[in-house]
């Protein structure tokens, strides 16, 4: 039986790199279609607030993992090859898109009602209130909770994992596979997780904090 | 691989699984729910007395409780859920699968509960306390009648949508071969090859249950705090 050595120690680090890819990933894709559904959801229009709080209220009352499969599945109906990192990361992107949305319309409207009335009265389009004045002030609101919900993306792409995508902890059980010592792995796969969210739960407090004193 | 993508144009929905199999959907439901309402009580009774310990306790419980709270909340439930299974069999102790993820469950959302509840233990003003001690109850008797109902009733829309996404969330425990809808879904699709079809079920399913929660919330908010009082108004 193989002993749980630093070979594997580094083959876990190395895993974790992809954890981070497919985070960014479904931060960057879940960052545009966010900010798409926020928008959505303030919008003037009844039919785009009914379309983005439909898909919201879909997307959060459905599990990842559920999503997930589909998304596997899915691809392979539409006639693409099955890649792993490609379903994971559409998956994560629709999921993550779903809160963020939600998350960044509380932000927009956290924005005081005075600031459109000035915009307003200094004639500026609705899209020039949204660039030069409201936006500004509702990412200043977000970055706090943003940062808060990272940790929870970098969690959920653990998830990735069920479909065959080799991360962090879909390596933890390759390397518990030959080892046999699942204790000691997955606590070392949870310790790595870790140590990637904790900086971001302390950052996103300090942010918070931050935000606070500035009022 | 445009043909290919013209096949799937052409391709049919069937549907057709459901005629015999829809009992087994119920069945997997049906465990979902008992797994998740045990481990949403548990895991409030625990998360609660974390809170309060968190709040009121000493300088070591506190920070234990802080630990315990932090370590839970920055790991993925699936990697909880493989040390419950795995890592506790292989040093001997052997608990089923249902049993494991009833447990990881708790765990998992009492940390998550005793923040929020921590957050509306901190809300209650002073004055509720001083007034508390000036009719001589103790510690213990001013959590209990006057602490507790008015900060879970702050926090309650927060709680209850903390205990949805745990009921989604669960899902991961088919990992494990819990037999819930997901894994009941696995089954089926593995028998069927209608993958595509048999996951919209079950996220219809999930869609469905996560409904039903919230109106079952609802409802416990309405029996719970009889005072009708609009949220986020002063205590």
Known sequence: MNQFTSVHVFYLLQAARWTLLLSLIALMGGGVLGLVLALGRVSRSR???????????????????????????????????????????????FYVGAFLGEIWRGCIEAVPRTQWEASD????????????VILPQAVRIATAPTVGFMVQVVKNTSLASIIGFVELTRAGQI?????????????????????????????SRILERRLHVAR | MVREAQGAMAYKFDFSFLADRWPAFLEGAWLTIQLTVVAI?????????????????????????????????????????????????????????????????????????????????????RTQLEAADC????????????VLLPAMERVFPALSSQFVLLMLASSVTSQISAEELTAVANVIQSDTYRSFEVYIVVAVVYLALSFLYRFGFWLIGQLLFVRRRRLGTAI
Request: proline fraction near 3%.
């Open chain 2, 135 to 146: 009719l001589g109850l103790t510690r213990f008797q001013t959590v209990v009648h006057i």
């Open chain 1, 175 to 203: 390397v518990n596979n030959s080892t046999f010592q699942p204790f000691l792995v997955f606590l070392f796969v949870a310790a790595i997780y870790f140590a990637i969210c904790y900086p971001l739960s302390v950052a």
């Open chain 1, 47 to 93: 039919i785009l607030r009914g379309l983005a709080t439909t898909y919201i209220q879909v997307v959060q009352g459905t599990p990842l993992l559920v999503l997930l499969f589909l998304s596997y599945f899915g691809l392979s109906l539409a006639g693409y090859r099955l890649d792993p990192l490609i379903a994971a990361g559409l998956s994560l992107t």
């Open chain 1, 121 to 132: 009265c200094l004639g500026l389009s609705r899209f020039q209130q949204y660039t030069h």
């Open chain 2, 41 to 125: 009580v548990l895991g409030f009774v625990v998360g609660t007395v974390c809170a309060v310990l968190r709040v009121y306790g000493g300088g070591v419980l506190r920070r234990l409780v802080g630990a315990y709270v932090e370590m839970i909340r920055n790991t993925p439930l699936l990697v909880q859920i493989f040390i419950v299974y795995f890592g506790l069999a292989s040093l001997g102790l052997k608990l089923g699968a249902e049993l494991s993820a009833i447990i990881a469950l708790v765990i998992n959302v009492g940390a998550y509960t005793t923040e929020i509840m921590r957050a509306g233990i901190e809300s209650i003003g």
